[in-house]
């Protein structure tokens, strides 16, 4: 989406009225070409029924959506909204058993917020946060990245990410992760 960075949840505005959510007065629409199957002989070809299409195409309509930020929801109701919409997500046995492997070497917690920066995640060397709004497909390399700043513990040495320092750390977190996973 173009029109915006930081989209949360989009929905139509009459699907926002039928969750009991109000979207805030004057909020712009974001627009999305959504799909329409047509038919040639009855039209939409939803209408069709049991009918079977034997000429069918596809048309084009603007869809204006809104973002759960353009609502009445508070900050917390909107990221439990993307949290489940990221577990449904990562329902992928693969990422947990990779979490479960990692925290037998060496115990982290987990958590997964919205990023602020644009970043697909990040730790503080207890914790590592993943990006919700982030590349689905790169969530385990960016685990693996910063499992990599975890295991070799690179906050404990107080020198944080000055100057050289973050790129040779940043460099030996991403080695790590590659050499990870050509494993």
């Known amino acids: 989406m173009s029109q915006s960075k930081?989209?949360?949840?989009?929905?139509?505005?009459?699907?926002?009225?039928?969750g009991g959510v109000n979207v805030n007065k004057g909020a712009k629409a974001l627009y999305v070409l959504s799909p329409l199957p047509m038919c040639k002989e009855h039209g939409i070809a939803s209408k069709c029924g049991s009918n079977k299409c034997v000429d069918?195409?596809?048309?084009?309509?603007?869809?204006?959506?809104?973002?759960?930020?353009?609502?009445?929801?508070?900050?917390e109701e909107i990221n439990k909204i993307v949290e489940e919409n990221f577990?449904?997500?990562?329902?992928?046995?693969?990422?947990n058993y990779l979490v479960e492997y990692l925290q037998s070497i060496k115990p982290f917690a987990l958590n997964y917020s919205l990023?602020?920066?644009g970043e697909a995640g990040y730790t503080d060397?207890?914790?590592?946060?993943?990006?919700?709004?982030?590349?689905?497909?790169?969530?385990?390399?960016?685990?693996?990245?910063?499992?990599?700043?975890?295991?070799?513990?690179?906050?404990?040495?107080?020198?944080?990410?000055?100057?050289?320092?973050?790129?040779?750390?940043?460099?030996?977190?991403?080695?790590?992760?590659?050499?990870?996973?050509?494993?």
């Open 6 to 18: 930081n989209i949360t949840e989009l929905k139509t505005y009459n699907a926002w009225q039928k």
């Open 56 to 75: 069918t195409y596809m048309k084009y309509k603007k869809q204006p959506l809104f973002d759960a930020k353009q609502t009445n929801l508070k900050e």
């Open 87 to 95: 577990q449904n997500k990562i329902k992928n046995p693969e990422f």
């Open 115 to 117: 990023s602020e920066k």
């Open 125 to 183: 060397g207890k914790k590592i946060n993943i990006s919700v709004d982030s590349d689905p497909d790169l969530k385990n390399q960016t685990l693996l990245h910063e499992f990599g700043h975890i295991y070799l513990e690179h906050n404990t040495d107080n020198l944080g990410y000055e100057g050289h320092i973050r790129g040779v750390k940043e460099t030996q977190a991403e080695m790590f992760a590659w050499v990870s996973e050509k494993m």
